[in-house]
C-alpha cells in the first residue's frame, strides 16, 4: 500500500473543486485542424528557430525548429502538410511572436517515422538530456520549462530523490490524473532515463488523496527493482507548487531564491515523464499533449491528446460551447490566464481549458479599497505580505517589493488574490511587477 502523509505546508486555500466533470473520461485523440499555427516562443527561454520554408511539404514528426541554444528546444510538424506561411502569430501572453501556419494535407494520418532512439541502458547523462532536449520537451504542468535544462544536476550539488510531481492541484484539470491511470507504462519508462541523467538513489511519486486510483495503480505497476515509492498527500491548494511538495513529502525547506536540488531534490512533473518515456525509446519530438477541455461552458468536456498548434477557436468548435461564454481560461482558473484573443493555440504549456458562461463567471467584483482584514497573508503559503506588496506594486515601487517583501519568492498561485474579500487583482499586480523587475536587471545587465 503506498504512504500517506499528514504533513503539509503552510496556509493555502480550499478552492472548490470540478474534477468529478472530466476525471473518468479516457483520453481522446483530437482530429487535425484544416491549419496548425505554431508559435516559436512557446517554452521559457529563446524562442526556437525555423528552419522550413514557404511552400516546402513536410510529414508529421519532421523537424521545422530548431532549439536556438541551450535554454530552447527544437519544434516538430503536428501534421503532415504544407507550410503555407511563416509569419507573426498571436500567443497567450497577449504579444506576438514568429510563428509557422502548417497546411494540413487531407487525411494525414497519426503515425511518425522513427528517428535515433536513446537506450536508457547504453546511454549516459548527457546524451539522455540531448535526447530530451532533441525531443523538444518541456514541463508539461504549464511552466513549459526546457526539462533537459531542469535535469541538469549542476556541478557540486547532488539529486537524492527524483520527485514525480502528479498532484495538479488546479481545481478543474485532470490531464495528470487521466496520464497516470493510462499511461504508467511511459510513467516508468521515463522514471529509467529520468534515474539515469539525475542518479537520484530515489523516487517518489505525490499524489493527492482526490486521486486514489491513480496512486493505487502506479504502486501495483511499480516495476521490480525500480526504488519507487508512492506517496499520498492532503488535498490543498497550491500542494503542486514544487516547493510545497517538497515540503509535504519530505518536511524540506527550499530555503528563499533557492531550488528543489539546494535540498537534494529534482522534481518532475508526471505528464513530462511519461512524455520522456514515450518518445525517447523511438527518437520522436513531441506533436501532441493531454489537455482537459471543461468549464460550465463546454458541452463535450473530457480529456484530449491534441496536436501542438491545434488553434484555440478550433478546439472550441469541436467540443461545443454555449452561446454566453464570458471567460476562457488556458491552464486552471488558480494559475492559468484569461484568454483575450482566440486566435491563440494550443501550445506544449497548456494543461487545460476551462470556459465560464455569465452565469457562472470566474470573474470577481470590481476591485475595491484594501480592508486590512488579512486573509491574503493567511493564505500565502510563502508567508510574503500580499497585502503590503499590493499597495506597494500600485506604487511601483518595484525596489522595495524585491529588497523588503521577497517578491521573487511569489511563484504566482494565486491563493491571495481569491481570498481577498476586495477582490484585487493581486497576482496579476505581481506578475507585473516581476516581469518589470526582470525587464529593469536586463536593461541594468545590458550597460
Ligand atoms: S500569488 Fe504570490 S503572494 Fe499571492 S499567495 Fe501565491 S505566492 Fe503568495
Ligand atoms: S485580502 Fe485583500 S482586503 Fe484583505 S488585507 Fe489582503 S489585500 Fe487587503
Known sequence: MFNFSKNTFKHGVHPPEHKDDTCTMKIKQFPFAPVMIIPMAQHLGAPSQVVVKEGQEVSRGQLIAKANGYMSVPIHAPVSGVIKKIGLVHTLSGNRCEGIYLEAFPFSGQEVPAGHGVDWRTSNQDEILAGVQQAGIVGLGGAAF?????????????????????????????????????????????????????????????????????????????????????????????????????????????????LPIDVGVVVVNIATCAEIGRLLPYGHGIQERVVTITGPGVKKKGNYLIPIGTPLRFALEEVGV????????????????????????????????????????????????????????????????????????????????????????????????????????????????????RKQKLKANAH
Open 322 to 437: 454555449a452561446d454566453n461564454i464570458s471567460e476562457v481560461y488556458m491552464g486552471g482558473p488558480m494559475m492559468g490566464m484569461s484568454v483575450s484573443n482566440l486566435d491563440i493555440s494550443i501550445t506544449k504549456g497548456t494543461s487545460g481549458i476551462v470556459v465560464f458562461t455569465e452565469g457562472e463567471t470566474k470573474k470577481q467584483g470590481k476591485p475595491m479599497a484594501c480592508i486590512k482584514c488579512g486573509a491574503c497573508v493567511q493564505a500565502c503559503p510563502m508567508s510574503l505580505n500580499p497585502s503590503r506588496m499590493g499597495i506597494l506594486a500600485k506604487h511601483e515601487a518595484y525596489q522595495e517589493m524585491l529588497d523588503q517583501e521577497h517578491i521573487m519568492d511569489c511563484f504566482e498561485c494565486g491563493s491571495c488574490a481569491y481570498v481577498c474579500p476586495s477582490n484585487i487583482p493581486l497576482v496579476q499586480y505581481f506578475r507585473q511587477s516581476k516581469s518589470s523587475i
Open 146 to 258: 526546457p526539462t533537459h535544462v531542469k535535469l541538469k544536476v549542476p556541478d557540486g550539488k547532488k539529486c537524492e530523490v527524483l520527485m514525480l510531481n502528479g498532484i495538479e492541484c488546479e481545481p478543474y484539470l485532470t490531464t495528470d490524473h487521466r496520464v497516470m491511470l493510462e499511461q504508467s507504462s511511459d510513467i516508468f519508462m521515463g522514471i529509467r532515463y529520468l534515474l539515469r541523467s539525475t542518479q537520484a538513489e530515489r523516487v517518489i511519486i505525490g499524489i493527492e488523496a482526490n486521486k486514489l486510483d491513480a496512486a493505487e495503480h502506479l504502486q501495483n505497476n511499480i516495476p521490480e527493482g525500480l526504488p519507487v515509492e508512492v506517496k499520498v498527500v492532503p488535498v490543498k491548494y497550491p500542494q503542486g507548487a514544487e516547493k510545497m511538495l517538497i515540503k509535504s513529502v519530505l518536511d524540506r525547506e527550499v530555503p528563499s531564491g533557492g
